[in-house]
């Protein structure tokens, strides 16, 4: 089992850019593949970017291609999610996953919520 705490959301004019940290205790970190997910009001949650266990290999929703990027310090147990050229559309509430390697359960952190807005 593991347990996650996002944070380092907060409100950012468009073109800005945020850093959002999850910081895992409980488990063993490098055994679970990592993701952010977001959710805007409205609107169903979405996946954002995932990471491996090891952090060689990410995955980017189109949306976000170019503009996001997902890393991992495993010595830390935290995933990171540097987002640049913020836009309106961007804003939502983000949360941490975690699914270890050989399971289908998945762990969520509470979320911290992102605004970009003038």
């Known amino acids: 089992q593991v347990q996650l705490v996002e944070s380092g959301g907060g409100l950012v004019q468009p073109g800005g850019s945020l850093r959002l940290s999850c910081a895992a205790s409980g488990s063993n970190f490098n055994a679970y593949v990592m993701a952010w997910y977001r959710q805007a009001p409205g609107k169903q949650r979405a996946l954002v970017a995932s990471i491996s266990q090891s952090g060689t290999r990410t995955n980017y929703a189109d949306s976000v291609k170019g503009r996001f990027t997902i890393s991992r310090d495993n010595a830390k147990s935290t995933v990171y999610l540097q987002m640049n050229s913020l836009n309106p559309e961007d804003t939502a509430d983000y949360c941490c996953?975690?699914?270890?390697?050989?399971?289908?359960?998945?762990?969520w952190g509470q979320g911290t919520q992102v605004t970009v807005s003038s």
């Open positions: 996953n975690a699914v270890h390697y050989l399971s289908t359960q998945g762990y």
